[in-house]
DNA sequence: ATAGGTCTGTAACTTTTGTTACTGCCTAAC
DNA sequence: GTTAGGCAGTAACAAAAGTTACAGACCTAT
């Protein structure tokens, strides 16, 4: 663990913090599909993405959907801090996308090391930083956007973060996530193939150069 | 000032700190419509609200905008915050929403104060935190909202921010707040009306049971 | 091989939103 | 008073997105 640890944190993080992490963190695996966390969990503790990905999903009373980002190596999720120091429930579900290795921080020692550690004060505002701009991203999409541009910036930013431009994915998967309807994605997707933008397979989409 | 300063935020900063904020503070006065931040500023102090209200907008290379959120007596703008200490330009717009009265504070003293004063610390872990929850909001409405419910949705918030349920407004500005057409906005208002939400008159919209 | 399930493609239609165009009203300036 | 400009109402149409329905392809288990 220490290893993977330093691979992922170590050129932010003095050894000593790394240290730390280790002997406190908890190390876990969660299989692609897997919920890590779900709407009004309560959360104690917060994740330090080492290897894989992760996504995270609003979802509104009436059970709809939306993809809100992904999570990759070296990530947390400012959401989940924002709960952990609020003391308030989860308001995102956090999905692995594919198999994933994080480790769980306690908040106890999240508040601890505000104080001693400069690298991981620094840290936090950045994860604050860097989500506040993927929400605003996801606002801009949602804004401004029609629904072929987004599936295509879905689709690649899905490519990318999986690292392979095979996606094993259905059409229905795709509507949940961007929160339409299976027919609406398979229309456009017929649309995106014919601008040879992608090539469609079942169960499989192949995204063109990325 | 520094009766105003107590009034907004007496009760989250200590004796001292305010003091501080008095003597490196500029006190600075807005007048309703005025800008007073814009996308691609560069930023070295965030604001503190002392009295009116301030818009949020995002804008596209179109120009096309959009209302992210209001900010009233007691908030800063997390997102300026993040753009002081990231050290990157505005991502964002500011406008006054009323006449409006706020403090700057340099970005070094806001660093400064995160490490001396635990009530500063939590100030800005706390805006963060409600800033994610309005954008989060945001994204809710644009995500799962049809455009009457969102319009309506913006005339309570717009009235509640104001202060008054008699809005002096046009169906165009509206429609810019809105990202979408005057057309659109003046068919979804006779609608509300229809319904007995709200009432139309000339440059003013009543909105009922606030 | 066949039965049942999942996945995709497509047609036909509705609803929502966006666009263009034109009208009349009000007000401020001349 | 006359006129010009901003504002609101509405019609008519176009485009985008959502809905319902059904058929055929593929896969798996029996």
């Known amino acids: 663990m220490l290893q993977e640890l330093k691979d992922a944190y170590g050129f932010i993080f003095e050894e000593e913090l790394i240290r730390e992490i280790e002997e406190t963190g908890v190390l876990k695996v969660s299989h692609a599909g897997e919920i890590i966390m779900d709407i009004n969990d309560y959360i104690t503790s ?44 989860s ?24 104080t001693r550690y400069k690298s991981w004060r620094n840290f936090v505002f950045e994860s604050y930083q860097s989500r506040l701009s993927e929400m605003l991203e996801t606002i801009d999409t949602l804004a401004f956007m029609n629904m072929d541009q987004r599936l295509l910036r879905y689709l690649q930013d899905k490519a990318k973060i999986n690292q392979s431009e095979e996606l094993q994915v259905t059409h229905q998967q795709i509507a949940y996530d961007l929160n339409t309807s299976r027919v609406v994605i398979s229309r456009l997707l017929k649309k995106l193939e014919m601008e040879g ?11 063109q150069d990325l």
Do not use: H
């Open 197 to 207: 933008k992608i090539l469609l397979q079942r169960n499989q989409i192949l995204v």
């Open 46 to 89: 917060m994740p330090l993405l080492l290897d894989g990905a992760i996504k995270i999903l609003r979802e509104d009373e009436d059970g709809n959907e939306l993809l809100l980002y992904f999570l990759e190596r070296g990530d947390t999720c400012a959401l989940t801090l924002s709960c952990c120091l609020g003391q308030t429930r």
């Open 91 to 114: 308001e995102i579900r956090a999905v692995a996308e594919r198999d994933t290795k994080y480790i769980m921080v306690p908040v106890s020692k999240i508040e601890e090391w505000t």
